[in-house]
């Protein structure tokens, strides 16, 4: 059938020869990048950056970005920290697939998870079940540690917070009478709500009105003109600094002039005061970070940082920054950055000198933080009021 069988079997072997040639190529090349990764390590980023919470994923970013620059001037395990970051737009689906893309595609080592209590939910199972390390510079919701032995989280927990807010306003300030706002919707605000409730009311203080609102709301004259119509000596909302600032718009535009909001980290964003202008001065809320109270690390990373990014550091910057420093601590402590094998010495993290506060993580990764900076809006910035020591045993 073939006349030029010999021509034919010679194409062939060319064929063949050029087929091998090409593969060994490719996978020369595979080398060369798994070369280049081997001397990288992947740390993801999770956040929004560009949704309804995107100020607490944009500087949750920036944190990260300086500490993994600091780590890089001398290597972690003689390696480079790459931080590969990903925009999930306030979305608990296009936040879970990008959890999947890390763990699958990008092969990371760790995970800084998103500072909201809802996102890290739906996405800190699938790390877990992955076996990559996930902490969340921000969540605080209880629950979120119980999902599995992976999760962590470094920030200051609502737990401890949240009485401790309600103990100064209630017996210090001498507010007795709340309305206590809650926003359905999302997850760290009605299980702060249940936590300031029940500070209120073992503080000796009176819930004389409880109303709902949801996150994207943006009309709250029925809910204020219910509160003002009870005259609460405060208002203590549990939710985010979008609702937070327009509520107090609201509650200004009905003439309670002389009442202030109290909430958690979560009203903690420039965006609080730009959309509430002179109507949120006098607000009080917690967080575990405050540029007043430096430390010798705190002050040498508000230098730094002002330095770098021409403004001043808050909750979310520390909480990152303290995140990639808590993970590549771990990494040099178990020789590895293999989320199996470093996972235990994070686990066994004490007394880490963060800039976010001194960090311990409990039995349960649950972190202790110490302490505890009840902050006040004066001329459109957060500033200190007080500073709650916290038992660390």
Known sequence: MFKHKPLFVLLALLTVAFLVAGCGGQSAENGGEQTAASDVIKIGFLGDLTGDTASYGKNTLEGMKMAAEELNADGVLGKQIKIVEAD???????????????????????????????????????????????????????????????????????????????????????????????????????GLSKIFKDAILANGGNIVIEESVQDGDTDFSGQVSNIKGKNPDFI?????????????????????????????DGLQSPTFWELGGQAVEGSISYCGFSPEQPTDE???????????????????????YDAVKIIAAAMEKAQSADPKVFRDAMAQTKDFPGVSGITTFRENREPIKSPVYLLQVKDQKWSLLKKVPVDMD
């Open 88 to 190: 999930h737009r306030y979305d608990k689906a296009e936040a879970a697939n990008i959890v999947q893309k890390f763990i699958n595609e990008d092969k990371v080592s760790a995970i800084v998870g998103d500072p909201t209590t809802g996102i890290t939910k739906a996405t800190a199972p699938i790390s877990n079940q992955g076996e990559v390390v996930q902490i969340s510079a921000g969540s605080t919701g209880p629950e979120v540690v119980e999902i599995g032995p992976y999760i962590f989280r470094n920030t200051l927990l609502d737990a401890v917070g949240g009485p401790a807010t309600m103990d100064y306003a209630i017996n210090e300030l001498g507010w007795k009478n709340v309305a206590l706002i809650t926003s359905v919707n999302n997850d760290f605000s009605v």
């Open 236 to 264: 203590v909302f549990s939710g985010y600094y979008t609702e937070g600032g327009l509520i107090m718009k609201e509650v200004r535009k009905q003439g309670m002039n002389d009442i202030v909001m109290v909430g958690g």
């Open 298 to 320: 705190t002050a040498k990373f508000i230098e730094d940082f002002k330095a770098k990014y021409s403004k001043d550091p808050d909750l979310f910057h520390a909480q990152g």
